[in-house]
């Protein structure tokens, strides 16, 4: 019998000693080059297709921007080092570069026992499983700037890996949700101040034409139109509270006969047996018929609502007699 194989410690994973193959770009951005700044939207879709098919054969998907330049996605590794060698399309000047932001992913890994390594050391190690950077996130408590234990790590690759592995430790990658773009010019969401074409715009009382260094007008959100005012420390307070809901008051009372007996205590519970046996005997000493029961008039009940008039009781048919005297 040979030796028992123990598994690895919680956290350790047994990874194969294969290199994995390094990632390749997958998309490529076609840029028109003109000297009257020319794009491709005077160009026919069939002479760029054609252009296409001819020297790299059928990629994945084509696509036009809003600009006017056409972003490609390929297939395998040999188209990638294939469109990027094409300097025409039939008589068009063109330059082919890979995307700067679709061939590449970010996530976010947490681990204490990084948190003194420095994020150099940590893009060296991780580099063969296609981590191109590396960026330590920061906290800032009582005026100091501290390094909490998550990293945002780049990857050479369009798809996210599910995990990484850090050593002897196999840790989660989790997608990267980055801060909204805002721009500080017009104070709109989606774009920076470098690219912004609106007006500009005061970040404190929403108004155009200035800038807030001076501003002492009331605080306004600019998005909502609507008066928000900044918490300071005077009244941070006073904005916490508003933003707690209203304490719901609990009844004071509880009616028993909702209870389950279980849950009753003796005495509302021996209460609430003599009530049933007291209604038990009023039932069985009734002696209503159900045609009785079934002349009742509900008039009573809609007093209010004087458009209702309940319908009489209909007449209760005579019996024929069948004896009757000749």
Known sequence: MGKTKFGPFSGQQIGSKSSTASNFPTFFLIKRISSSNETFHSVSPFLVEKAIMSNICEVKCTKKLRSGDLVVEVHSRKQSEQIVKLKTFSNI???????????????????????????????????SQGVSHVRRISIRRDGQLLNAKHLILTFDSAKLPENIKAGYMRLCVRTYIPNPLRCFKCQRFGHSKTSCRGTLTCDRCAEVGHES??????????????????????????????????????????DIELLPMAVLPPLEKRILQSRESDADAEMSSSSASEEDALEYNMSEDLEDSPAVISPPPPSKPEKANKYKNM
Not at 99 to 115: M, P, R
């Open 93 to 127: 000047q063109i330059t082919v570069s890979p995307h700067a932001s679709l061939n590449s992913s970010k996530g976010v890994i947490t681990c204490g026992e990084l948190l003194n390594v420095p994020t150099e050391e940590i893009l060296k190690e991780l580099q």
């Open 213 to 254: 260094t001076d501003c002492t007008r009331t605080e306004k959100c600019v998005n909502s139109s609507l008066t928000n005012p900044i918490p300071t420390k005077d009244n941070i307070s006073t904005h916490q509270s508003a933003l707690k809901p209203s304490a719901i008051t609990k009844p004071t009372s509880v």
